[in-house]
């Protein structure tokens, strides 16, 4: 379990170095792509107060699902690592199923259905298409939860493999995405995301350093031990 543990930690850890080279690519993509179409009319295009309310809400809906509920879930599944009371691990099984199978997927659902009915969707830019993949993958994701293996059948680590690494994809790609999704609202309304930015950042690095603390916990409390 041990030698699992440091590998999971450490691919979290390249996952971590990846996702931010990739939103640091995406960023360059926007800004050129800002820099050929800033000669358009419609890129000045005042837009309604209304469709403003709704892309918010739209990016709020999918922040809540993507990038915090379901990376929630991912830190409350891991306390399951080293609980051994029977009660706390189905309490632990079910917060974990209501925040990243129910409430994240309905969430998810919500924006998605905002998207189509009120949005341009040419899917001609890498937010789109990015979301439609997430939108998939959370949705098998809870099809291979639901329909998950008894504990000792030969298809469970087949299985743990394959629920371990959408749950993974998802969170990463998520966060990738809402950093991608508030340069694209940028670019649309013209304005400023400085605090967004800072606030999600924020955020996603007190969720690692949770996420890392969680892995040492252990260790730390044993260096005072003899």
């Known amino acids: 379990m041990g030698v699992q543990q440091?590998?999971?930690a450490?691919?979290?850890q390249v996952s971590i170095v990846f996702v931010m080279f990739l939103v640091v690519s995406a960023s360059e993509e926007h800004k050129k792509a800002k820099g050929r179409h800033s000669s358009r009319k419609d890129h000045n295009t005042k837009m309604s107060p209304r469709l403003q309310f709704e892309i918010t809400l739209h990016g709020l809906l999918l922040w809540a699902s993507m990038a915090f509920l379901i990376p929630v879930g991912i830190l409350v599944i891991r306390l399951s690592n080293?609980?051994?009371n029977r009660r706390r691990l189905r309490i632990i099984f079910y917060v974990h199923a209501v925040l990243q199978e129910s409430l994240a997927v309905l969430l998810a659902t919500a924006g998605a259905i905002m998207s189509?009915?009120?949005f341009n969707n040419s899917f001609n830019n890498s937010h789109q298409r990015l979301g439609v993949a997430l939108y998939g993958i959370m949705w098998l994701q809870v099809l291979v939860?639901?329909?998950?293996p008894q504990r000792g059948s030969k298809r469970r680590s087949l299985w743990f493999f394959a629920h371990w690494i959408m749950g993974t994809a998802v969170s990463l790609l998520g966060?990738?995405?809402v950093f991608i999704g508030l340069q694209a609202y940028k670019e649309k309304t013209s304005k400023s995301i400085t605090t967004w930015n800072i606030l999600f950042s924020v955020q996603i690095c007190l969720i690692v350093i949770f996420y890392l603390l969680q892995e040492k916990w252990v260790y730390i409390q044993n260096q005072g031990a003899v």
Do not use: P, Y
């Open 175 to 177: 966060v990738l995405n």
């Open 10 to 12: 450490f691919l979290f």
């Open 145 to 148: 939860g639901i329909f998950r």
């Open 116 to 118: 189509i009915k009120n």
């Open 6 to 8: 440091q590998l999971g």
């Open 82 to 84: 080293r609980e051994g």
